[in-house]
């Protein structure tokens, strides 16, 4: 049974850091695209970072860019999110994402669709 069970989340001022981590299990993260997507209060589910399993080859939505990395940890089986500058706007229910069937090996995955599994999401609120 794949699970994601993910960590990291919780109150910060703007500007400031959050790392959150998505630990595995049923799955290794080194050949599965991964992804973090983000649901703030009245907004569809946004892709926010993907990895590709050939090359760790990574992909952002624009607002992110330059201030979240998307990483992995092959021996810890772990999938992180590192967000600096956080901004108010960062909000949101931050949610770890496996894909089941790899559609590529050396890009990422930015559609929702193609993932299958999910964690539980977890919160990241950003004061002003």
């Known amino acids: 049974q794949v699970q994601l069970v993910e960590s990291g989340g919780g109150l910060v001022q703007a500007g400031g850091s959050l790392r959150l981590s998505c630990a595995a299990s049923g799955r290794t993260v080194s050949s599965t695209p991964m992804g973090w997507f983000r649901q703030a209060p009245g907004k569809e589910r946004e892709f926010v970072a993907g990895?590709?399993?050939?090359?760790?080859?990574?992909l952002y939505v624009d607002s992110v860019k330059g201030r979240f990395t998307i990483s992995r940890d092959n021996a810890k089986n772990t999938v992180f999110l590192q967000m600096n500058s956080l901004k108010p706007e960062d909000t949101a229910v931050y949610y770890c994402a496996a894909a089941r069937t790899v559609t590529s090996v050396s890009l990422p995955v930015t559609r929702a669709t193609d993932y299958n599994y999910w964690g539980q999401g977890t919160q990241v609120t950003v004061s002003s």
């Open positions: 990895i590709s399993i050939i090359g760790a080859n990574t």
